[in-house]
């Protein structure tokens, strides 16, 4: 079955160091999403990708989406505290049927 | 404008008893979902509707039932608790038209069955 593989499950980093959260899927992806979830809290849509190759950026944040459509990455620059919680991928197959990474928890250490 | 609302917020079951968890979005959107959350295995697809009138199984439907009952409201139905089904429940909707597939979830249900 559909399987999204995200890589590490945990990150610490020293406030001001990059981060980067990796996702791949067994199959082909129609589309990417990236979301963060705060502890306590409930997911919270972050971008969309679409395009084979695509790549967006967010202040410090860039998405990128493979250009196999199997494989995604989210990198953040100069980690700050307020960049705390849990990142997930979700990829939509074919279908409407969404499938969610096992999440990167990032803690950040002023 | 509330998004999207889930009732009730915390839940202590019985193993055998049954319960409706209750979910609404106020957006006009197509697309309804629920999720459990298990601490190292992220969100995991229980349920969905793609549109009113329409439901599918997802990834771990077994042990529940749901219910789309308008556009607005997608309830989920543990007929028979386990102490498997300990998790947090996220409700989620979606535009799901042109290209928009945006999730946006409700706060949680912390269900805990003993």
């Known amino acids: 079955g559909q399987q999204v593989m995200q890589i590490p499950q945990y990150q610490h980093v020293q406030e001001g160091e990059d981060f980067t959260t990796y996702c791949n899927s067994s199959t082909t992806l129609s589309n990417i999403q990236w979301y963060k979830q705060r502890p306590g809290g409930h997911p919270v849509f972050l971008i969309q990708l679409v395009k084979s190759g695509e790549v967006k950026k967010q202040k410090r944040l860039t998405f990128q989406f493979g250009e196999a459509k199997k494989n995604s990455s989210l990198h953040i620059t100069a980690t700050q505290t307020t960049d705390v919680g849990t990142y997930f991928c979700a990829g939509q197959d074919t279908g409407n049927q969404f499938y969610f990474g096992t999440g990167t928890s990032l803690t950040v250490i002023p | 404008n509330a998004g999207v609302t889930q009732t009730p917020k915390f839940q202590v079951l019985k193993t055998g008893q049954s319960m409706t968890l209750q979910c609404a979005q106020d957006?006009?959107?197509?697309?309804m979902y629920w999720y459990r959350q298990d601490p190292g295995m992220g969100l995991r697809l229980i349920y969905y509707s793609a549109s009113e009138g329409t439901t599918d199984k997802g990834e771990v439907p077994n042990g529940y039932n749901v219910s789309r009952l308008n556009k607005r409201e997608f309830s989920l139905r543990l007929e028979s608790a386990a102490p498997s089904q300990t998790s947090v429940y996220f409700c989620?909707?979606?535009?799901?038209?042109?290209?928009?597939?945006?999730?946006?979830f409700g706060p949680g249900t912390r269900l805990t069955v003993t």
């Open positions: 957006m006009n959107h197509n697309s």
């Open positions: 989620a909707s979606s535009r799901h038209r042109d290209r928009d597939y945006e999730q946006y």
